[in-house]
């Protein structure tokens, strides 16, 4: 059977694309992605995957709290855990990391 136009590749026909591989392409074509991936590469020494989208991510700077381009999320760069609220994660005490810190 021939296939004129792409009618036959609606949401209740075939799929003109496997959904993994419009993922993959959507993941590439993610602007912040791309510029996290190319940061990381250029600060490689200081880079790390997000602790939640595993997107590499590079330290610049002092500052260890860390926000991926990627998901959006907030991370400290020293124990790779979430941060939800900076005041509560960063500041004096025995359990809290520093908020800046050299390299």
């Not at 591989?21 to 590469?41: D, P, S, T, V």
């Not at 602790?51 to 860390?66: D, E, R, Y």
Request: hydrophobic share 35%; aromatic share 10%; with cysteine.
């Amino acid at each position: 059977m021939d296939i004129e136009g792409y009618e036959h590749f609606r949401e209740d026909g075939c799929a003109l694309f496997p959904r993994e591989a419009i993922q993959q392409w959507e993941e590439r074509m993610n602007g912040c992605q791309l510029f996290g991936q190319i940061h990381a590469e250029l600060f490689a020494e200081h880079g790390h995957p997000c602790p939640l989208c595993k997107q590499m991510i590079a330290k610049v700077g002092n500052n260890n709290h860390i926000f991926c381009l990627a998901c959006h999320n907030h991370y400290c760069y020293l124990c790779r855990k979430i941060v939800w609220r900076s005041a509560e994660h960063f500041g004096a005490g025995a359990n809290r990391c520093k908020q800046h810190t050299a390299g």
